[in-house]
């Protein structure tokens, strides 16, 4: 794309992420994820694919629906408690309409429709945008009206969030639609936890965009956009393929990775909150996404297909591993023993 | 304006009075006609059909055993579901390099095709569709016409073509095909020497792009013998209502709804294709993504 171009989306980018983030206006907060949404529209229908283009208006849709229902309950907010702040949101009419908007921002069921199609049609980087930069303003605007958000609403919808995408994402052979429904159900960890204990529902995005980073940025660097190509890579890059598998175990959750530090901190902070049953719920239906988690892993390091490649390994490899790959895989393998540090600095 | 229309019709009947007779005569045509768009029905197209709010059948019974296919559907579907992608193990659906999608064996197998031709839009081709010998293959065969019918707006004719029925679920939702594994068509045919064209239809979810089509062309040997053609994904380029567009883009195969076979190459006379077996194949050999277009469209400056 042409750098200018670029330029000036990546900035529109950071710049409605960083207004967003540091507004305590509803309008402020509503015009950074505008421009947001603006931003990334040309970077998802960047190849001019006709699905390319189906997805971007498909998130151009969603997106301002869902900014048009914020605007409307900070409005609503406003008409009757007679200010803009963000964190003074206290009509429970607004309260309601806020949730649902910032569930369609987000993608958590049962607004979650779009998301799948929408990374399908983008490639692997603009994808990994949508799943961690885009959901970075709307966590931050739950974050701050935490403590007037309906409970029950929010419980539902993340546990619904956990069990689709952990079903819907069982069947799945394009790996994109893989991490879309991965990354539902992370939302759905996200939501449950955010009324009681904000800070936790922020850690876990963190880790969540670490990990998911991790794994998007191997699986354009190996260039795999379905599972039978993944089947292939250990002949391209073995140790890529080792880390891919460590990677995606801690998006699943797994001890001793990083990904089971939200997850265990999470149930315990539910179980404190009188909501055991909640975290037996939301624990079991995360055992799907392991499912199809442990699915990719096999695929690409744990077993050897048969019919594919006669050779062992390629004379050479295209390019190697960027530093980044391994910056982002270390972490996302090795912080679980740092918890009690990361516990202090959140 | 349809609240106009309705106005006025709410007006004509009060046409009792003279006052408004002149006025009625004048808007006559307008208050008559139930649609506000040109009535001109091309010759081959159906008459009007009586709306579906007319035709509606309330008979409970057949609500009832509506609803039981349809769950029994949609109870196959989540059976099919737990089984793996597309009804298929996961194995299976990683270690396949050939799949047979359609074969021609009975009278089923006919009838999830659909053949149409120029008769929707006037014109005089034929064409019919029928099982061949022994129920070993489709016998697709036909006469066309590049008569151009005479309705004034119409400048070419003559095309005929075979459709498959695009796959439905439970409660008529759509289904797409996955072929994302594969990356040639296979298919054995006999034809007569005519050029075919093989268009792929993947329904996009909007409607600007619903005639996007994405083609290319089967050349038959005349023989007796049988041919096994392959055609590679790659090739196959993007037209729009019957325009090749100049952004040309590859065909993405996870989402295919039908695949349909035309003939149109501008020859009066017969035409005969018989079908054994539509297939998909992944040939390793064939490395090349896509055909057109690849040069740098973007070169940094």
Known sequence: ?346 | MALAVMLLKGASFHSGCCRHKVLLSLLGPLLGNSKLYSSYRRPGAEPEKTPSWQNVDFSFKKGIDHLKTQLSLLKKETQDYLKGPGGRPVSQHLLEQTRVLWQFRSQEDLNKWVVSSDVEIGGKSKVYIKLGRNNQAALLYGTLNTEVPRDGETKYSGYCSMRSRPAVGSFNRKKYYDWSNFNSLYLRVRGDGRPWMVNIYTDPYFSHQKDDLYSYFMFTRGGPYWEEIQIPFSKFFLSSRGRVQDNQHPVWLDKVRTLGFTIGDKVDGPFQLEIDFIGLLNDRAHREEFAYETYDKNTPV
């Open chain 1, 1 to 346: 794309m042409n750098p200018q171009a670029n330029l000036v989306f990546i900035t529109s980018l950071l710049l409605g992420t960083t207004i967003t983030i540091s507004s305590n206006h509803w309008i402020m907060a509503w015009a950074g994820l505008e421009l947001n949404t603006l931003a990334i529209l040309p970077l998802i229908s960047k190849s001019h694919h006709p699905r390319a283009i189906e997805a971007a208006t498909k998130y151009f849709l969603v997106q301002a629906a869902a900014s048009t229902l914020i605007l409307f309950s900070s409005m609503t907010n406003a008409w009757q408690t007679g200010q803009w702040d963000i964190s003074q949101l206290t009509c429970p009419v607004s309260c309601l309409i806020l949730t649902a908007a910032i569930a369609m921002k987000l993608g958590l069921a049962p607004f979650h429709f779009w998301f799948p199609e929408v990374l399908q049609g983008s490639s692997l980087i603009t994808g990994l945008l949508l799943s961690t930069a885009m959901k970075f303003p709307p966590i931050t605007l739950l974050y701050m009206t935490s403590q007037s958000l309906n409970p029950t609403l929010l419980v539902t919808m993340a546990i619904l969030s956990a069990a689709l995408g952990g079903w819907m994402g069982l069947n799945q052979t394009q790996t994109r639609k893989i991490l879309a429904f991965s990354s539902i159900s992370h939302l759905g960890w996200m939501a449950i936890i955010v009324v009681y204990s904000p800070k936790l529902a922020l850690l876990n995005f963190y880790l969540y965009a670490l990990m998911t980073a991790a794994a998007f940025l191997t699986l354009n660097s190996i260039n795999t956009l379905k599972l039978s190509t993944l089947m292939t890579t250990w002949t391209k890059t073995p140790a890529l393929s080792a880390t891919l598998m460590l990677t995606l175990l801690s998006l699943a959750g797994l001890p001793p990775l990083t990904g089971f530090l939200p997850k265990w901190l999470i149930i315990q902070e539910l179980t404190k909150q009188e909501m055991a049953p909640a975290a037996t719920l939301i624990a079991l239906l995360s055992l799907l996404s392991l499912f199809f988690y442990l699915r990719l892993a096999y695929c690409a390091t744990i077993t050897l297909p048969p019919h594919t490649t006669n050779h062992m390994k390629q004379w050479h490899t295209n390019k190697p591993t960027s530093i980044l790959i391994a910056i982002l895989t270390t972490m996302s393998i090795t912080l679980l023993p740092a918890s009690p540090m990361i516990l202090t600095i959140v």
